[in-house]
């Protein structure tokens, strides 16, 4: 099975822009889709993003998704930062017939 | 409107066994993967286990591989997760997950229940 690192925490102003990275250790990140996963305190997950670009209706458009084969890694990008975008985010995928979760990050916005 | 209620959970002793179930409502149930995310207190998201829409295909974490057992009974649209040989690595809320869209497989979790805790404890 493969590992995806995420950094632990990030922290951006309101108004900003912010990219949260997701790097797969072996294996291509483009041979399995990546979903993101956003979680607020006390809270259960809730999908941003899906099939490594897509957004779930009600999601707004200032999240956006990709992947970068290159450096074998997904980014979840949240433009125009608000307060209420703190939270826990969680990259995931899977390979055969397991799903792996990255360990998670932490983003603050102040 | 989805929904996925959690049940089962409580405290048990290490050794110990116990059934989770997760009865799901608003959405054809048989044409979705289900599975089992837990996450124990302070820390990450772990996948536990996954289903596809006809139980045909099943997945588990190494960490669970054995003793654990993930089953669903469509006619009842309920998923359910055996725990057996249970230790304190176990402890954890223990979230039921439905996939995004009705392909059948259980890749990802596009809903996600409340949750149900599980303590192992002496």
């Known amino acids: 099975n493969f590992v995806l690192t995420q950094p632990h925490s990030v922290s951006e102003s309101p108004g900003k822009t912010v990219t949260l990275s997701c790097t797969r250790s072996s294996g291509s990140i483009a041979s399995n889709y990546v979903q993101w996963y956003q979680q607020r305190p006390g809270s259960s997950p809730t999908t941003v993003i899906y099939?490594?670009?897509?957004?779930p209706s009600g999601v707004p458009d200032r999240f956006s998704g990709s992947i970068d084969s290159s450096s074998n890694s997904a980014s979840l990008t949240i433009s125009g930062l608000k307060t209420e975008d703190g939270a826990d985010y969680y990259c995931?995928?899977?390979?055969?017939?397991?799903?792996?979760f990255g360990g998670g990050t932490k983003l603050t916005v102040l | 409107e989805v929904q996925l209620v959690e049940s089962g959970g409580g405290v048990v002793r290490p050794g110990g066994s116990l059934r989770l179930s997760c009865a799901a409502s608003?959405?054809?149930?048989?044409?979705?993967?289900m599975n089992w995310v837990r996450q124990a207190p302070g820390k990450g998201l772990e996948w536990v286990s996954g289903i596809n829409w006809n139980g045909g295909s099943t997945g588990y974490a190494d960490s669970v591989k054995g003793r654990f057992t993930i089953s669903r009974d469509n006619a009842k649209n309920s998923l359910y997760l055996q725990m057996n040989s249970l230790g304190a690595e176990d402890t954890a809320l223990y979230y039921c997950?439905?996939?995004?869209?009705?392909?059948?497989?259980?890749?990802?979790?596009?809903?996600w229940g409340q949750g149900t805790l599980v303590t192992v404890s002496s």
């Open positions: 608003g959405f054809t149930f048989n044409h979705y993967g």
């Open positions: 099939e490594d670009n897509k957004r």
């Open positions: 997950a439905r996939a995004t869209s009705a392909s059948g497989s259980y890749f990802n979790c596009g809903y």
């Open positions: 995931q995928s899977y390979d055969g017939s397991n799903q792996v």
